[in-house]
């Protein structure tokens, strides 16, 4: 501890503009942490193709939402917003020298090392200049009957304006000499390649010089018999070009009647937001990228050029169509917790002890079968859930459809602004309601975040309820992808709280307080403030202090100064933040003693956890709730305790493993910057993901 703590940290400004990192800067940050495991030769292929395409993705949502934002606040001429107080001007300028890097590192990854590596392994992606004399017929015969009858090129001229353009759609600029057909000079036209034609095309192996893992790009078909879109005409060039657009779905939930009405409108207007990033092949000639740029209302810092597909994330259709399980990760089987083993009621199991699961070393078919079963079982009576995102065909929604039909009370509470899942979940909700299901939307302003199912069922002539509480979504698809924890308990307290949180949900009225979960955007906030603030004390008092967080982002500026005072004060902070973190750690005096890491490998990072030392108490709980102004305050989210002595010495062991990874981790420095730990230790690096992997074996 540091006797001069409190008092250095009393006479700062913990509000000064220094103390925080920007939040879109950080967001790039780990798009770059991303990109070197696309990088790093120790990953097996095509996982490197399939992190190359996660950035693409990645940088589509930051243009449409986080880069949209920063233009319209600019447009609007508002004040800097944001701990950092950096002007959007600003933070844009940085965010296009940043990402041009990133972006020109990619397309050398992929052109330098991962072609020429998976030709290597019979992967081709076979250029024009290559095609044999058998190929260019059995192409052009594709283009023929599958391409050319659903393109429609238009030309330009004073009589037809410039197209509407679908966001992050594949389009060709067309350079044309020559009179059409109605006797006009033309000079320019735009194809349109519709969404339904795969940007990948398998050449067939039965052509001679073929292997089985040949591909042609979409766009070098078209380009290639461009000629018979444009009969007469001179083609002076043709180049790909991709436009990103604003896609935030701005509804005035005070002002409409239909929620989902409104939101379906949007979705359709948000195909054609606002332009924010036109993509283009490198060799585009200035004319046409500029007359681009002034046709969608950018500037130079808007454009990228590049040396590949403009549309670089469908290359992940490769992933699932190459069948060589060497290029890829090794294949586990999810285990299953001790209790749940040999035992063919999961209520019985319940009844006997709580339960954590830990995705996806562990499965999430427990999940699926606590719904399915209350589906069936004659002695349910209920079954309430929250669904943010689900999947396509998700296993949950059909048990919960049969549950319906089978008369049972069915209550599910949709959030059908979860972005860009607002389309399917306004289908799903459909879907529930015809069912018989009562289906809520969410409470107006504030997000249905967390991620909670109970099940009512009879027990002796007694009520008894069950509940899962998650941080992750009931997405089975996400949940071999992602890292999260799922509790299923009997608790009477855990299960009256969410009781009274799904009433709340449904009827809006206040609740009791609640017992054992922290909500937002009632209690969190300040529950969390206090938590730090009792580790503050204890270290005053004369005893020890230890905070740590397992989170997906950090950005909410008062609980960032409390960590602040608390580092000043002599508590140690472990931060294990995946993404955004607008903290800096190590300024002498302020954040000494806080340390933060990221970590990137096989798994997405996505658990929640937050763990206090309580004077030798140690209070540990997970979350659906990261450290953001939204989840505290524009959210419903929960935070639940871990009670059974065995899971919170699993968890605290779980937390051991993640501060000690020396593999996959990235430590934060005070200028933003990230180093990755294993470059800087002579040590054997420790991998938090396989050493949990290699627990899961060693259960087996």
């Known amino acids: 501890m540091n006797p001069n703590a409190d008092t250095h940290v009393d006479t700062v400004n913990l509000k000064l503009p220094d103390y925080y990192l920007n939040r879109e800067l950080s967001a790039l940050e780990f798009n770059r942490r991303v990109l070197f495991q696309a990088a790093n030769q120790s990953t097996p292929l095509l996982e490197r193709l399939k992190f190359l395409c996660i950035v693409s993705t990645n940088l589509d949502e930051f243009f449409e939402i986080r880069v949209s934002g920063l233009k319209q606040r600019l447009e609007l001429g508002s004040a800097p917003a944001g701990p950092d107080m950096l002007p959007p001007q600003e933070v844009l300028s940085e965010i296009s020298s940043r990402t041009h890097d990133l972006v020109s590192e990619q397309y050398h990854l992929l052109n330098d090392e991962l072609i020429p590596a998976m030709e290597q392994e019979g992967i081709r992606f076979v250029r024009r200049t290559r095609w044999t004399p058998a190929q260019l017929e059995w192409l052009r015969h594709h283009f023929q009957t599958e391409i050319e009858p659903v393109l429609s090129p238009v030309t330009l001229d004073p009589a037809r304006p410039f197209p509407r353009i679908l966001n992050k759609s594949l389009n060709f600029i067309v350079g044309l000499e020559g009179v059409h057909a109605f006797g006009r000079p033309c000079s320019k036209a735009i194809v349109q390649a519709p969404r339904s034609l795969p940007r990948l095309i398998k050449l067939s192996p039965d052509l001679p010089d073929t292997g089985p893992n040949d591909y042609v790009f979409l766009s070098s078909i078209i380009h290639a018999f461009l000629e018979e879109l444009f009969t007469g005409m001179e083609i002076t060039g043709c180049y790909q070009f991709r436009v990103t657009r604003n896609s935030d779905l701005y509804v005035d939930e005070e002002e409409v009647d239909d929620l989902m009405r409104a939101l379906e409108g949007e979705l359709i207007a948000s195909r054609y937001g606002a332009a924010v990033r036109l993509e283009i092949d490198h060799e585009c000639p200035t004319e046409l990228t500029d007359f681009l740029l002034e046709m969608f209302g950018l500037g130079a810092e808007d454009l990228y050029r590049v040396r590949g597909p403009v549309n670089l994330n469908r290359l992940m259709a490769v992933y699932d169509l190459v069948n060589k399980s060497a290029l890829r990760d090794p294949p586990f089987s999810a ?366």
């Open 335 to 700: 285990g299953l917790p001790e209790p749940l083993v040999n035992n063919d009621d999961i209520f019985e199991a319940l009844s006997a002890r709580d339960v954590l699961l830990h995705h996806p070393f562990e499965s999430f078919a427990p999940v699926l079968e606590f719904i399915s079963r209350a589906a069936q079982d004659p002695a349910v009576l209920a079954l309430k859930i929250t669904l943010y995102r689900t999947g396509p065909d998700s296993p949950i929604v059909k048990s919960l459809v049969a549950a319906a039909q089978a008369g049972k009370e069915v209550t599910v509470s949709i959030e059908l602004r979860a972005r860009f899942d607002e389309a399917a979940n306004i289908e799903l909700a459909n879907r529930l309601q015809a069912a018989g299901a009562h289906v809520v939307y969410g409470v107006r302003g504030y997000k249905t975040h967390c991620k909670m199912a109970m099940v009512v069922r009879r027990e002796n002539g007694k009520l008894k309820r069950y509940i899962h509480l998650g941080t992750g979504n009931y997405h089975p698809g996400t949940a071999r992808l992602y890292t999260d924890y799922g509790l299923l308990t009997a608790d009477q307290a855990l299960g009256e709280d969410v009781h009274h949180i799904f009433l709340q949900l449904t009827s809006m009225m206040q609740t009791p307080p609640l017992r054992r979960i922290s909500q937002s955007p009632f209690s969190l906030h300040a529950d969390v403030l206090e938590l730090v603030e009792q580790e503050i004390r204890n270290v005053n008092a004369g005893g020890a202090g230890h905070i740590v967080a397992k989170l997906n982002a950090l950005v909410e500026p008062e609980l960032i100064r409390a960590l602040y005072r608390a580092s000043s004060a002599g508590v140690m902070v472990d931060l294990i933040v995946r993404g955004i973190c607008c903290l800096r750690p190590g300024m002498p005096g302020v954040s000494d003693n806080v340390r933060v890491r990221s970590i990137v490998g096989r798994f997405l990072e996505h658990t929640r956890i937050y763990y206090f030392h309580a004077n030798g108490e140690e209070k540990i709980f997970c979350a659906s709730a990261d450290w953001m102004d939204r989840n505290f305050f524009r959210r419903v989210e929960t935070v639940f305790p871990m009670l059974d002595p065995d899971i919170k010495k699993r968890l605290l062991a779980d937390l051991d493993i993640y501060l000690e990874d020396t593999a996959q981790a990235w430590e934060l420095r005070a200028d933003g910057n990230y180093e990755r730990l294993a470059e800087a230790s002579d040590a054997p690096p420790v991998c938090a993901q396989t050493r949990l992997l290699g627990q899961l074996a060693e259960q087996a």
